[in-house]
């Protein structure tokens, strides 16, 4: 929460920053598209929460860098008025902060219906993993000076070090509990979000975002508990080509 309070003062700052760069007609590259189609890379820094009930207590803190390059020209009628850019991301370091529960394995004894279950074990904690994101299709706004808004639609790909996320009780149910009681190592971050680019100079940038995003292996594992909604925000800074 302390970050979406760090995002809400910054845009009621730049509010005002960006009323006065308006008159001075200053450009940057997304205004200029229709010449020039620009390519911008940066670094980024991400964190965020879960929102749903089951998952309100799951944090996360990633670390990484993003690549993208514009593919039209300027078009579109009065606010609408922009361009199409493809991105990619990539978070080398990516870590979620889970809660600590704990569970145990459980089998059937052979040629019997007796259940046998180890001892509780703890399972959860810190998760480290490393997320790609090889699609982003984001539309930026233009006509608006040094602040440039944009939204977006993207897809990744998550490994974690360990299944995620931890799955499981202490009660001797095979169906939970079970050799097909686990989740996955790999898992699918479908999300979509809103940003805007502050430009300090006509090629330099500080970028600020929201995300929605959900976490989900798509059945690869024997479980799916996911994560069904989280908010990741985002703060970056970015060259322009």
């Avoid at 845009?11 to 010449?35: D, F, H, I």
């Avoid at 620009?38 to 996360?60: A, K």
């Avoid at 390059?69 to 870590?95: D, S």
Wanted: net charge neutral; proline share 6%.
């Amino acid at each position: 929460m302390s970050l979406a309070k760090l995002l809400v003062t910054t845009l009621a700052a730049l509010a005002c920053v960006t009323a006065s760069a308006q008159t001075t007609g200053q450009t940057n590259p997304l205004e200029s598209a229709s010449v020039h189609q620009p390519t911008d890379y940066g670094v980024l820094v991400q964190g965020g929460n879960g929102i749903t009930d089951n998952r309100d207590g799951f944090h996360f803190l990633a670390a990484g860098v993003h690549a993208g390059k514009v593919l039209t020209n300027n078009f579109g009628p009065g606010l609408l008025h922009g361009n199409f850019e493809y991105a990619m991301e990539l978070f080398p370091y990516w870590q979620s902060f889970t809660p600590k529960f704990s569970k145990v394995n459980c089998s059937q004894l052979p040629g019997t219906a007796v259940v046998s279950c180890s001892q509780p074990y703890t399972v959860g904690g810190t998760y480290t993993g490393v997320s790609v994101t090889p699609i982003i299709m984001r539309w930026n706004f233009v006509r608006h000076g040094r602040l440039q808004p944009w939204v977006q639609a993207a897809g990744g790909v998550l490994w974690t070090n360990h299944k995620y996320p931890a799955y499981g009780s202490t009660n001797p149910d095979l169906q939970v509990n079970g050799p097909n009681g686990d989740a996955s190592v790999w898992n699918f971050t479908p999300q979509g979000g809103i940003g805007f680019h502050y430009f300090t100079r006509p090629n330099r940038s500080i970028d600020f975002s929201a995300n929605g995003e959900h976490i989900s292996s798509a059945s690869l594992g024997d479980r799916n508990p996911g994560v069904n909604a989280s908010v990741q925000f985002t703060v970056g800074y970015s060259w322009w080509k």
